[in-house]
C-alpha cells in the first residue's frame, strides 16, 4: 500500500469524514487516520448515545401530559439500553469503515502526529500528503485540579453514555449541557442523582430564564440540585465517592461524573513542531487553514471555535473544499468559507424541558454594541396547548434594531428542538421582522410563537 496521498486527514469522527468525503469526491487520494473507531466520539460516546438514553424518559413523559393515553409507571432500563447499544452499533465500527472505503478514503488505524511538512507519523509508519493535511482531533474532557480526584475512580462523558447498568446513585459535578442531560436520563432510569452547580443555575452560557426551566425539570425528576457551591476535594471509601463543597457540606454517590467542560485534543500531535500549544486551540482562517501554516488545516472542536457536532462538519465541509479548489481567505463571498460560528450558531439542550437557541444571547448582543429589542413571551399558543396539558415554555427575540433583523433566539419547553431551524434561517438569511411577518405559521402549531413574538414587538 502507497504511503503517499494528496489529502491526510487525522481523526475519523463525522468531521473527519466530512473533510475527507468532500476531497474524496474532488478526486484527491485521501487517507483517513483514526486511533480508536471510525465514527468517532459522536457515534460512539456522545451525541447518540446520549440521546437515545433520552428519549425513552422524554416519550413517557410526554404521554403522561396527555390525558387518555395509557402509560407504565417506569422506563424499562434494560430496554433502553439495549436500544442505546444498537445505535453505536454495539461499538463495533466495522459499517462506519465500510462506508469510508465506499466513499473512496483509505482507512489508516493508528495515532497520527504530525511528523514535518505534509508528513504524518501513524505508530511509525509516515505518510505523505501533496496538498494538505487537516487536523480533525476533536476534544477531550476538561478534568478540574481536585485534591484526591485521582485516586478514586470517575466517569466522563464516555463513561456515562455507555454504562451498560443504571448506577444506584449518581453525582454529576458540572451544570453544563453534558451534566443536565446525563443527570436527567439516568434519573428517568431509577438513579438517585445530585448535581452540582458552581453558579446561580445550571446552562451558565445560555438565557438564564432557560436554565431555570431546566433546573426546574431537573427537580421535578427528583434530581437533587446544588447550586452556588465549589467542588474542593474528592474521596472515596467502601464502594462510594463524596465529593466535599466550598460551603463545607458534601454529596456522595456510588459514581462520580466530571462534566466541567472540553479542550482541544491536541495533545499528543506534534503541533509543537509547528509553534502550537499541546492542549490549546489551533487558529484557523474561514476556509480552516491554521494560522502560518499554508499546508495545514483543522475543522470542529480542535479549533475552538464551536464544540458542536453540526458546526464541526459545517467547517470540515468548507475546508474540504477549499483544499480541492484551492480557495484561499479572505473571501469573496463565493469562496468556500465557513462563517456561521461568528454569529449564527444552533445549538439544542436534549433535556425535558428542551432549550433550543441560535446566535447571541441579550449580554452578548449588548457587549457587542448593538442597539437591541429584547421580545420574551411564554409560549401559551393553541398548539403548545394541544401539545401538552399544563405546557411551560419561554422564547425570547432579540431584533437588532438598525438593521430590523433578528440576531438571537431562544426557546425553552417541551419539544421546541425543531423550532429552531427557522430562527436560523431568519439570523443567517438577515430577514427583517417585517418581511419575516409574512411567514405564516401553520395553526394549531408551537411555530404559532413566532406570530405571537411578532405582534409583543408591534408588528
Known amino acids: 500500500m502507497s504511503d503517499d496521498f494528496d ?55 410526554a404521554a403522561r401530559r396527555v390525558p387518555g393515553v395509557p402509560v407504565g409507571a417506569r422506563l424499562d432500563p434494560v430496554e433502553v439500553l439495549k436500544r442505546r447499544n ?22 489508516v488505524r493508528g495515532r497520527g502526529r504530525l511528523a514535518g511538512e505534509r508528513r504524518v507519523d501513524v505508530d511509525g509508519r509516515v505518510l505523505t500528503a501533496t496538498k494538505a493535511v487537516v487536523v480533525c482531533t476533536g476534544s477531550v474532557p476538561r478534568i478540574p485540579s481536585l485534591p484526591g480526584l485521582s485516586d478514586v475512580p470517575y466517569w466522563t462523558s464516555r463513561e456515562a453514555t455507555s454504562a451498560q447498568e443504571v448506577p444506584e446513585s449518581l453525582v454529576v459535578l458540572g451544570g453544563g449541557v453534558v451534566g443536565v442531560e446525563m443527570a436527567q436520563a439516568w434519573a428517568r432510569l431509577g438513579s438517585d442523582v445530585t448535581l452540582v452547580v458552581s453558579g446561580e443555575r445550571p446552562l451558565p452560557k445560555f438565557e438564564a430564564f432557560a436554565g431555570d426551566l431546566v433546573a426546574e425539570g431537573l427537580r421535578e425528576d427528583r434530581v437533587r440540585l446544588v447550586t452556588g457551591a465549589k467542588a474542593v476535594g474528592v474521596s472515596g471509601s467502601d464502594g462510594r465517592v463524596e465529593l466535599r463543597l466550598s460551603d463545607g457540606s458534601s454529596v456522595g454517590g456510588a459514581h462520580l461524573l466530571i462534566t466541567t467542560g472540553r479542550q482541544p485534543a491536541t495533545f499528543d500531535l506534534g503541533v509543537e513542531r509547528f509553534g502550537f500549544t499541546a492542549g ?37 465541509r468548507a475546508v474540504g473544499t477549499a483544499i480541492v479548489t484551492g480557495a484561499t481567505d479572505p473571501r469573496p463571498w463565493t469562496a468556500p468559507v465557513a462563517t456561521a460560528d461568528h454569529t449564527a450558531v444552533p445549538q439544542v439542550v436534549f433535556t425535558d424541558p428542551e432549550v433550543a437557541s441560535v446566535g447571541w444571547t441579550e449580554a452578548q448582543a449588548r457587549e457587542a454594541g448593538l442597539d437591541i429589542r429584547v421580545v420574551d413571551l411564554d409560549i401559551a399558543v393553541a398548539g403548545s396547548s394541544l401539545h401538552a396539558d399544563g405546557y411551560r415554555g419561554k422564547a425570547r427575540m432579540i431584533v437588532d434594531e438598525g438593521r430590523r433583523t433578528l440576531v438571537g433566539v431562544t426557546f425553552a419547553g417541551p419539544d421546541v428542538a425543531e423550532l429552531i431551524h427557522a430562527a436560523t434561517i431568519a439570523i443567517v438569511g438577515e430577514v427583517t421582522v417585517d418581511r419575516l411577518w409574512h411567514a405564516v405559521p401553520a395553526y394549531p402549531t408551537i411555530s404559532e410563537v413566532w406570530l405571537r413574538l411578532l405582534e409583543a414587538y408591534g408588528l
Not at 485521501?30 to 425513552?56: D, F, I, N, Q
Not at 445505535?87 to 478514503?105: M, R
Not at 487553514?289 to 467547517?315: C, F, I, N, P
Request: aromatic share 8%; charged share 20%; net charge negative.
Open 86 to 107: 444498537s445505535f453505536t452499533s454495539d461499538w463495533d465500527d466495522s459499517g462506519q469503515v465500510e462506508w469510508a472505503e465506499g466513499a473512496g478514503l483509505t482507512v
Open 280 to 316: 490549546k486551540a489551533l487558529d484557523v482562517d474561514d476556509t480552516g487553514r491554521v494560522s502560518g501554516v499554508d499546508w495545514l488545516y483543522a475543522a470542529g472542536d480542535v479549533t475552538g471555535r464551536a464544540l458542536l457536532t453540526h458546526q464541526g462538519k459545517y467547517a470540515a
Open 7 to 61: 489529502v491526510i486527514v487525522i481523526g475519523g469522527g463525522p468531521v473527519g469524514e466530512n473533510a475527507a468525503a468532500r476531497t474524496a469526491a474532488g478526486g484527491l487520494r485521501t487517507a483517513l487516520v483514526e486511533a480508536e473507531r471510525v465514527g468517532g466520539e459522536c457515534s460512539y460516546w456522545a451525541c447518540m448515545p446520549s440521546k437515545a438514553l433520552l428519549r425513552p424518559g422524554h416519550a413517557l413523559a
